[in-house]
């Protein structure tokens, strides 16, 4: 997709989602689908958060937030009689978007934290070619989605080389974090991880299918009844085939696109379609 100037609300979040929301509308069984609605973010919080963590944000994130001040999906499914929240899908508004570790406490050295955690169960890392995060204060790790309590999605900075300003890091990596501690990469950057986010539709626990744990029972039937698919394939799909998909894709210059006559008073309705 490729598009030019300024495009109403409603087009741009068609095209921001793909036209996930009208695929949902048709989906059997799938109701109450509500989509936020949000005004862009003002450019100097951008430039304030990034001068709070002495980190630039990556540019396709800079003008996703200078469209949208995050973002938020949800559906719901008719199961067995029921009603059942299943779909989720989330980025953190600017504001929310809280660095998760690496910041020095004044608490009692006798409470671990979490770069102890790290250092108790650290394991040989199984693929060496690709560094992971950790907890110490040069790592910098933002959460961009709580993921309902399971795990959280975290923009990460890695440690910095001996040749690298805070200012010209290594872009930052899309990682999930699960519950155990375990660090399990997701993307290479942020349009990568929207466009896996849309694809799967925010159906429960998808980031943990690109990880050795994969689905729950639970969260695998939900696949099955909704999306099935997605499962076509067994194996942890690579970064790499992502980038190569041709359909679907998600131009980075959508997010440039809703010019600056979005930034009216707030609209507190959400948009709801049944």
Request: proline share 5%; glycine share 6%.
């Amino acid at each position: 997709m490729s598009f030019v100037g300024e495009v109403s609300e409603d087009s741009f979040y068609d095209n921001l989602t793909l036209g996930l929301v009208r695929l949902l509308d048709s989906t059997p069984g799938v109701q109450e689908t509500e989509l936020e609605k949000r005004l862009p973010c003002e450019r100097m919080l951008l430039t304030a958060w990034e001068q709070r963590h002495c980190c630039a944000l990556p540019e396709d994130m800079r003008q996703f937030y200078m469209s949208t001040d995050g973002f938020k999906l949800t559906w719901n499914y008719e199961y067995a009689g029921e009603m059942l929240s299943i779909g989720n899908m989330k980025i953190n508004s600017i504001s929310e978007l809280r660095r998760l570790a690496g910041i020095k406490t004044q608490g009692d050295s006798d409470y671990p934290n979490l770069l102890d955690v790290e250092i108790c169960s650290r394991q040989d890392d199984c693929n060496p070619a690709r560094r992971r995060p950790n907890f110490g204060v040069k790592c910098k790790i933002f959460e961009l989605d709580s993921c309902q309590g399971i795990g959280k999605v975290c923009l990460v900075y890695l440690d910095r080389s001996d040749c690298e300003s805070d200012l010209k890091r290594e872009d930052p990596k899309i990682w999930l974090l699960d519950r155990s501690f375990e660090w399990h990469f997701l993307a290479e950057g942020f349009t990568q991880y929207f466009r896996m986010m849309l694809i799967h539709q925010g159906l429960p626990q998808w980031q943990f299918k690109f990880t050795p744990m994969g689905l729950t029972p639970w969260a695998e039937q939900m696949f099955v009844l909704i999306a099935p698919h997605l499962l076509q394939s067994n194996h942890v799909t690579q970064s790499v085939e992502w980038s190569d998909m041709p359909y679907n894709h998600l131009d980075p210059a959508i997010f440039k696109t809703r010019g600056k006559s979005s930034k009216k008073k707030p609209d507190t309705a959400k948009n709801r379609s049944t």
